[in-house]
């Protein structure tokens, strides 16, 4: 008697890329449009990117029904927090939520692989990686999704600051300007475009700072 | 109202077929600060009158946003008013979710209106102690509705409640048949005159008064305390009733009066929640 095996999956994997850099004072959140099932493309124009908050902007890669359920959650838990408090919620009040969101489903997962980004209290760039289940952590920069193991050595290659152990402290959020930021978050998705049969299509970047909130879209191969 | 065996309970009908616990939620909606509502073809305005218990404390927040769309004024026992709000948000939040479209004001009113009548059927409840007058815009227009604690409710055209609320009643049926096709302004300024009319000559400035709008483009949102005091002034004539003050001289004179009246009392201004 052979264990029954299961014949169908609640999950499927839609693939794509997401990165979020932090800087001084903004925060890049980007992420590629392509969504995907199997060997095949679904869409070449579809969003990862959902704004939760006015400083809160998550991108997800994984199931993107889950994702989908997951955004309209947060963004209905924002609704009653904003009308509790009278305010938005921060970025790290948001990271605690969607950590509690996602733990609350630890024995049948959202399939989602997260990165939220935004701006803290105090107008410096914050980045956010969680796993599947709500473990999170705040660091400078990270990525997630089919490409992520090809962008993160990347990442820690540019960015890595030196061991947190010396003296003086350093700071995880990096030191580029938004500009050079910008620029190394293109590069990162033309290289990851190049290896990753799931990234590709376009890359949509937003860009969090003082001044609020830009969008912008940049070719990739499409193969 | 006179007390007699058939009050006590909500459960209880009197000989003459009415529920007395009911009628006399009712009357605490009337003991409540007055609250008014008007409506053109494509804004709602929601304004009312804040009365603080004294001068060291806060006024009540009488005004609540329910969503985008909708807003709710009311008037009588505050608490319960919070309480309804929350649902009310609570189920505007739900449906969006489900529909990822609004709540229509009419499905929302009726739920309202059923969860107070089973309050009125259960003798373990008591009824809510409050009015809502219900401002939102969906498909198919802007409306006004009045929910009251026994469940019923009624849509109008500019309506009234609370203390005084018939001065305004008064006003308000003499212009209703203009208010269809008003502007925007026009319609809160109307709303600012009828508050008026329910403070039996005590001078109206922003801070005893919160105006609250809704229409197309317009998500629902109570008007800074600024705007609404010019558009006091800007209506505002000669201050007919001057106080019985001791410079009869300094009293008796134009719009200066006015001015001095609005810098002496924001030292009193109420907290902003």
Partial sequence: MTKQQANWSPYDNNGGSCVAIAGRDYCVIAADTRMSTGYSILTRDYSKISKLADKAVLASSGFQADIKALQKHLAARHLIYQHQHNKQMSCPAMAQLLSNTLYYKRFFPYYAFNVLGGLDSEGKGCVFTYDAVGSYERVGYSAQGSGSTLIMPFLDNQLKSPSPLLLPAQDAVTPLSELEAIDLVKTVFVSATERDIYTGDKVEIVILNAEGLRREFMDLRKD | ?273
Wanted: hydrophobic fraction near 40%; include cysteine; charge should be negative.
């Fill in chain 2, 1 to 273: 109202m006179f007390r007699n065996q058939y009050d006590t309970d909500v459960t209880t009908w009197s000989p003459a077929g009415r529920l007395f616990q009911v009628e006399y939620a009712m009357e605490a909606v009337k003991q409540g600060s007055a609250a008014i509502g008007l409506r053109s073809r494509t804004h709602v305005v929601l304004a009312c009158v804040n009365k603080a218990n004294n001068e060291l404390s806060s006024h009540q927040k009488k005004i609540f946003k329910v969503d985008d769309h909708i807003g709710v004024a009311i008037a009588g026992l505050t608490a319960d008013g919070r309480v309804l709000s929350r649902y009310m948000r609570s189920e505007c939040i739900n449906h969006a979710f489900t529909y990822e479209s609004p709540l229509p004001v009419g499905r929302l009113v009726v739920q309202l209106a059923d969860k107070a009548q089973v309050c009125t059927q259960r003798s373990w409840k008591r009824p809510y102690g409050v009015g809502l007058l219900v401002a939102g815009l969906d498909e198919s227009g802007a409306h006004l509705y009045y929910n009251c604690p026994s469940g019923n409710y009624f849509e109008y055209q500019a309506f009234a409640i609370g203390s005084r609320s018939q001065a305004a009643k008064t006003y308000l049926e003499r212009r209703f048949e203009k208010f269809m096709d008003s502007s925007r302004d026009d319609l809160v300024k109307d709303a600012l005159i009828a508050i008026r009319e329910t403070l039996q000559g005590e001078r109206l400035t922003s801070n005893i008064c919160t105006v609250a709008v809704v229409g197309v483009g317009e998500p629902f949102h109570i008007l800074d305390q600024n705007t609404v005091q010019q558009l006091i002034d800007a209506f505002e004539i000669v201050a007919e009733e001057e106080p019985p003050a001791a410079e009869a001289g300094d009293a008796a004179d134009q719009e200066t009066a006015a001015g001095e009246g609005a810098p002496a009392e924001e030292g009193a201004a109420p907290m902003d929640i």
